[in-house]
């Protein structure tokens, strides 16, 4: 759990039942007792319409310690599905294609969440009885996915003439408006794009109006934004693993 200095120190653990009709993951604590987490199938359809199927949906639940449901079927999440051959009953990944749009969970604070969804541009936040009380509408334009866009992800990943095609195939006419989003007290984080300059950052207020744009590393995975601090785990294939901030200035000159 975390301390007054905002360090997390060490708890307590214990090892849940697996649970055999379901993947679980637990993504949030709400009380000692319940979590919020994910639901899909445990058993995928392995055939033709698996491969062709663009995306898959999995199910915002609560559960308890032990990975049983308390809750069931808060909302349906979109997400991508990747490519993936299968060969003698086995699964081979090949790759995700990217500009894809995936719906997004954060939770605020007391059961409080927002899941944000890029086919609409909005963010909806639900308070800890799961009702409704707040949607903020994103003014972003859609941008179109350039050929440079395009060049720049496979410069950046390997694959044969094949498995390109496959996964052009599969880039959209438009990026998401979002590909993930972050929220504090009175702020909008999103991440809009990668590119060559890195992980673009739209900054938007609590109305959804647009305040401005920076960059981080594309190898910048971003746990948290708190106090107009990012905090990062930096995962450079060559250098390896490492914990940055980034300081926000609210007040550029």
Do not use: C
Request: charge should be positive; hydrophobic fraction near 30%; glycine fraction near 4%.
């Amino acid at each position: 759990k975390r301390n007054e200095n905002g360090v997390f120190t060490y708890s307590n653990s214990w090892l849940p039942k697996k649970n055999k009709k379901y993947f679980v993951d637990i993504v949030q604590a709400i009380t000692k007792s319940k979590y919020y987490a994910f639901i899909k199938q445990k058993k995928l359809p392995i055939d033709e319409d698996y491969k062709k199927a663009q995306f898959t949906y999995k199910i915002l639940s609560v559960v308890d310690k032990e990975k049983e449901l308390i809750s069931n079927e808060l909302h349906e999440l979109k997400e991508p599905n990747s490519i993936v051959d299968f060969e003698g009953g086995s699964m081979k990944y090949i790759g995700m294609p990217p500009f894809q749009s995936q719906d997004r969970f954060r939770y605020i604070d007391n059961g409080q969440y927002v899941i944000g969804r890029p086919d609409s541009s909005k963010l909806f936040f639900y308070d800890d009885n799961h009702n409704l009380f707040k949607t903020v509408y994103l003014q972003l334009d859609r941008e179109r996915v350039t050929k440079e866009d395009i060049e720049y992800f496979f410069k950046s990943n390997s694959y044969s003439t094949e498995n390109r095609s496959r996964i052009e195939s599969r880039i959209p006419l438009f990026k998401p408006s979002f590909l993930n989003f972050w929220i504090t007290k009175n702020k909008i984080y999103l991440n809009t794009d990668i590119n060559e300059k890195g992980k673009e950052i739209t900054m938007m207020n609590m109305k959804g109006e647009f305040i401005g744009i920076f960059f981080i590393s594309k190898f910048d995975r971003i746990q948290e934004i708190k106090n107009d601090t990012i905090y990062t785990v930096y995962q450079h294939p060559n250098r390896g693993y490492r914990i940055r901030l980034y300081g926000i200035d609210n007040h550029p000159n």
